[in-house]
């Protein structure tokens, strides 16, 4: 009788998912634990994050006086507060930087007031390992989920990471 197992045996298939500053977290891990990671997905990645100059309209200087910035959390659908704390972290990484191999898959709304068009689409054109998808959207990309879930799917579980559906 042979033995089966509930999971194959060899290196872990992990995929990163993240949204926003999840998406700059996402980068970093996988920047630092490549041999872990199979492919990124990112959905207007915060990729500058630790360069900002101000968050909300508040600048930096005024943010790191009050220790804490209230921003609208779009997960909650509300304010909560940030502290400083979370900037100041932040700083010690870098996405610009990062040297990733993994395939990527990002989607990129035009209209996003919280994360610059250019600097995701820049980020994502020096990198051939990327699939840039930029999408007549906001930050929240609401308006482009079917599209972005039928992306997904084919980038994680059919053929070639270069292939793209029409937008």
């Known amino acids: 009788m042979t033995e089966r197992r509930a999971v194959p045996s060899g290196p872990p298939s992990v995929t990163l998912i993240g949204s926003s500053l999840g998406g700059f977290v996402a980068v970093n891990a996988a920047a630092a634990w490549p041999d872990s990671i199979d492919r990124v997905v990112l959905l207007a990645p915060a990729l500058d994050f630790n360069r900002l100059q101000d968050l909300d309209g ?21 304010m909560i507060p ?5 900037y100041t972290d932040a700083c010690n990484y870098s996405c610009v930087d990062a040297s990733l191999t993994m395939p990527i898959q990002i989607f990129q709304g035009r209209r996003d007031t919280a994360v610059s068009p250019d ?36 980038f994680l579980f059919s ?9």
Request: glycine residues 4%.
């Open 58 to 78: 508040v600048r930096l200087d005024e943010w790191k006086r009050m220790d804490r910035l209230m921003v609208f959390h779009y997960g909650y659908g509300r």
């Open 82 to 86: 940030v502290r400083y704390e979370l």
């Open 119 to 154: 600097s995701v689409q820049s980020w994502a054109q020096s990198r051939p390992n990327v699939e840039l998808h930029m999408l007549d959207d906001d930050h929240q990309l609401t308006s482009s989920l079917e599209l972005i879930w039928r992306n997904v799917d084919r």
């Open 159 to 167: 053929g070639p990471h270069h292939q793209q559906m029409p937008e």
